[in-house]
């Protein structure tokens, strides 16, 4: 990427130019002295040589401070046309086609620097025309600008005066509009990525925080499933009862703040759609870059919705901490039983590799045995699938 200043590229580029431009004449000359052409004299050809003069003074310069090269190249422009207008005064004066190049210095003038500069340097080439236009030194009598020179009406070189002067006009007021449309860009363009920037440095933040209440809801849910599976343990000792039943709460309270859109309970009966629609929901709010997709063939409702709710979010989590991009839930009514598919798309592994996955399945699994379902598991290369069973004569009514 290219970090010179904007104006330093345009006295590097005006090195090639001005270079161009001599050679070409050079090369004009040589042909026309092929011809018969009398040739020029010494003071003609040192003008020729001297328009290299400002590139020098570029080499000289190129590595002052950016905020010197705005009058630096105002120089380089002004000695372009005055150099070019002694040339002109050689070659004929404003007879010679060539001094029509004497726009070229006032339209670079007009496309770079200020308004003010610009004036300057395109009232130096007005100047040189009209110059050039009544004082020049007489071409020899075998020149073919003889004929140009000496040969047309006065009011023909009044209108190319004209001419002259109605393009310098156009070609400076042509040059800063383009400057200013450029600038109006830029700071759009600049705008535009300092937007951008905010936004990404906005979903930073969010998927710090939304990782943070990842691990956080991950082992409060864990802890949830953990408490109420031990509750209806009927092993469990009186004595130890009612502190895991404060644990339970507790974790649940905490949980409960953590979810965003879930301050009220979900009720005591749901239909599936509404209860992947706050899944969904959870999700995003945890991994916004999550694509989730459901398809469901029939809809319907469960009870303890919320046991329900923590076994599709314990698998949600599984498959963000597998890195998983895509979770597909598929529902389809198969004979006398309902079957709920949970896919996603993390890296494969064995079912006794998947980091993490241990003691969130027997979880799972032992939650979805109370709810009447049962838990089926395949680990494939492309997918991880838990498919969930559970029979129609148990489904209630809303």
């Known amino acids: 990427m290219d970090t010179r200043p904007p104006l330093l590229n345009w006295r590097l580029r005006l090195i090639w130019l001005r270079s161009l431009l001599v050679l070409i004449i050079t090369l004009a000359l040589m042909v026309l002295q092929s011809q018969g052409h009398s040739g020029y004299r010494l003071n003609e050809l040192g003008w020729l040589a001297a328009l290299l003069l400002p590139s020098l003074l570029t080499l000289l310069s190129h590595r002052v401070n950016h905020q010197r090269h705005a009058p630096l190249l105002t120089l380089e422009l002004a000695l372009d046309t005055i150099l070019f207008t002694g040339l002109i005064q050689g070659f004929g004066g404003a007879g010679n086609p060539l001094s029509f190049y004497l726009l070229v210095p006032a339209l670079l003038a007009s496309l770079t620097l200020p308004l003010k500069n610009g004036m300057l340097v395109a009232a130096l080439a007005l100047g040189g025309y009209m110059i050039s236009m009544s004082w020049y030194q007489m071409p020899a009598m075998d020149s073919p600008l003889h004929a140009l020179s000496h040969q047309l009406s006065g009011l023909h070189g009044i209108g190319m005066a004209a001419v002259f002067i109605a393009l310098l006009v156009m070609l400076t007021l042509l040059g800063q509009v383009i400057q200013r449309l450029m600038r109006q860009q830029q700071r759009q363009q600049e705008q535009a990525i300092d937007l951008a920037g905010r936004r990404e440095h906005m979903y930073q933040i969010a998927a710090t925080l939304a990782d943070q209440a990842h691990e956080l809801n991950t082992p409060l849910g864990t802890l949830v499933m953990l408490a109420d599976n031990l509750l209806h343990a009927p092993q469990l000792p009186d004595a130890l009862r009612d502190d895991v039943s404060q644990m339970e709460q ?126 089926e598991m395949e680990f494939g290369p492309r997918w991880t699938q838990a498919r969930m069973d559970w029979p129609k004569l148990t489904e209630p009514t809303a």
């Open 250 to 375: 507790l974790a649940r309270n905490v949980a409960q703040r953590l979810k965003q859109g879930n301050e009220a309970q979900l009720p005591e009966y749901l239909p599936i759609s509404e209860l992947l629609e706050k899944l969904q929901q959870q999700l995003r709010h945890l991994a916004p870059t999550l694509s989730f997709s459901q398809q469901l063939d029939s809809d319907p409702c469960v009870a303890d919705t919320e046991g329900w709710f923590r076994v599709l979010c314990n698998l949600g989590y599984n498959a963000m901490d597998a890195g998983a991009t895509r979770l597909a839930i598929t529902l389809q009514a198969q004979g006398q039983h309902y079957r709920l598919q949970v896919s996603d798309d993390g890296p494969g592994h064995a079912a006794s590799e998947r980091e993490g996955m241990g003691i969130g399945l027997t979880l799972v699994s032992t939650t979805l045995q109370q709810l009447g379902a049962s838990l």
